[in-house]
């Protein structure tokens, strides 16, 4: 059995698929790729495909992660063209590599986020940031199933700044208008901070409060690297493994001479 690991994206009207609806259309890629797919046992068999910390509904996302299970061994460069081609535009796959190493998921444990506040200046961005980082604790609120659940927003955010729009490859926002942009880097703790509850918490700190609902986009997920505080690529030592594999594999090989063979 062969494991792939795909990055892909949700990206412009497709931010508002849920999760749910984002299965189905994979699941029908699959098959119109014709990727031979390893199924789980019993009286309702389904593919093996593992979705690892998915973005919530209603944001864009740069960095989605998931991992497949198949019978045959395909290159995953070709794989991945093929169920591009078969997924609708805005669900992009963008790189594959062969599973080398286990934990995928443990190693997503922060995410960049990008918050496009329309109709905010930049000053106003900033002196929140500055009031959001200078406090020790920020409690926020948040709905769930089993009541309204109080939590400090502040501790799992490692870097919160407010910059100008540099512009928008996307066209579907003004730029005419005051607009701030915030980066955000949130280590994935429990309870899990989303940038939402950070919106929240800049409200409860310096009252910034958008007009309009903020365009979020997840830019990177990874594993946060405590030295540098970056958020590096989860795949990579998957590369570094099938990389590390290939000289090996040549150099185990039996050697032939030249104008000899097997009887």
Not at 183 to 200: E, G, I
Request: hydrophobic share 40%; aromatic share 4%; with cysteine.
């Amino acid at each position: 059995m062969q494991r792939i690991r795909l990055r892909y994206t949700k990206r412009g009207r497709l931010r508002f698929t849920s999760h749910r609806d984002f299965q189905r259309a994979f699941e029908r890629a699959l098959r119109r790729a014709e990727v031979p797919m390893a199924y789980s046992a019993g009286f309702t068999p389904h593919p093996k495909v593992s979705y690892a910390n998915a973005a919530p509904t209603g944001t864009g996302s740069e960095a989605e992660y998931l991992e497949i299970a198949l019978t045959e061994a395909r290159d995953p460069e070709t794989l991945r063209a093929l169920l591009d081609e078969s997924l609708p535009a805005g669900l992009d796959i963008t790189d594959a590599v062969e599973a080398r190493t286990s934990g995928l998921a443990d190693r997503l444990t922060a995410s960049v986020w990008e918050l496009r506040l329309e109709g905010v200046e930049v000053e106003d961005a900033e002196k929140a940031v500055e009031a959001f980082l200078a406090a020790e604790t920020v409690e926020v609120q948040r709905k769930t199933k089993n009541g309204v659940r109080t939590f400090d927003a502040r501790s799992a955010v490692t870097e919160l700044t407010a910059t100008r729009p540099q512009g928008d490859p996307q066209g579907d926002r003004p730029l005419d208008s005051a607009c701030a942009i915030l980066r955000l880097v949130v280590r994935h703790v429990t309870p899990a901070v989303r940038p939402d509850d950070v919106l929240s918490g800049l409200r409860a700190v310096a009252d910034l409060a958008p007009p309009v609902p903020a365009a979020v986009t997840r830019l990177a997920q990874g594993l946060f690297d405590e030295e540098s505080g970056t958020v590096t690529d989860p795949l990579a030592p998957d590369r570094e493994a099938v990389t590390a594999a290939s000289p090996t594999a040549a150099a185990t090989a039996p050697a032939t001479a030249p104008g000899t063979g097997t009887a």
